[in-house]
C-alpha cells in the first residue's frame, strides 16, 4: 500500500533513522525541508518498510530525496514504488522536471528509471552524490 502525507510521518523519520543514520553513518538526516516536503510511505501489510519524500523551490521543478528502503525490503521493487510514487505527486502538482541527488553507488538505479547524470558530483556529508534529472509532466 502506498501513501502520501504532507507531514514528517514517525513512520518515514524510523525508516530513515535506520537505513541514513544508523546503517550508512549519515549525521545530518533532517533538515527544514521535512516540513514543507510531500513524504510517501509504502507498506507491506501493516508495516512501514521505504520512505521518500518530494519538494519544489518554484512549482515547475520538484526534487526528490531521502529514498530509504529497510534492509529486510530491499531486492522487490519498493524502491522503484517510491521514485514513481513521487513522480506521479510532482506531475498532480503540474511539475515538469524531477531532480535529484543521488548516492553515486546508486545512480545506475535512478538510471534505470529514466534519469540522467549532470555534470555536478558532489559531498553530502562524506559520501559523493551526483545530481541527476528527469523531464515529467509531458507525453513520452
Not at 524510523?14 to 507498506?43: C, M, N, P
Not at 517510491?82 to 510532482?90: D, I, K
Request: glycine share 8%.
Amino acid at each position: 500500500m502506498v501513501r502520501m502525507y504532507q507531514k514528517l510521518e514517525d513512520a518515514c523519520a524510523a525508516i530513515r533513522t535506520a537505513v541514513f543514520v544508523e546503517e550508512q553513518g549519515f549525521r545530518q538526516e533532517f533538515d527544514e525541508i521535512d516540513s514543507r516536503a510531500w513524504h510517501v510511505l509504502i507498506y507491506d501489510g501493516e508495516t512501514a518498510a521505504a520512505t521518500g519524500r518530494l519538494y519544489t523551490d518554484d512549482g515547475e521543478c520538484y526534487h526528490i530525496g531521502r529514498v530509504a528502503v529497510l534492509p529486510a525490503y530491499r531486492g522487490k521493487r519498493l524502491g522503484k514504488l517510491v521514485v514513481s510514487a513521487l513522480e506521479a505527486q510532482a506531475v498532480m502538482c503540474g511539475g515538469k522536471k524531477i531532480s535529484l541527488s543521488a548516492q553515486c553507488r546508486a545512480a545506475g538505479f535512478y538510471e534505470k528509471l529514466g534519469y540522467a547524470r549532470t555534470e555536478n558530483i558532489h559531498m553530502d556529508e562524506f559520501c559523493p552524490h551526483v545530481t541527476m534529472v528527469k523531464l515529467i509532466g509531458q507525453a513520452e
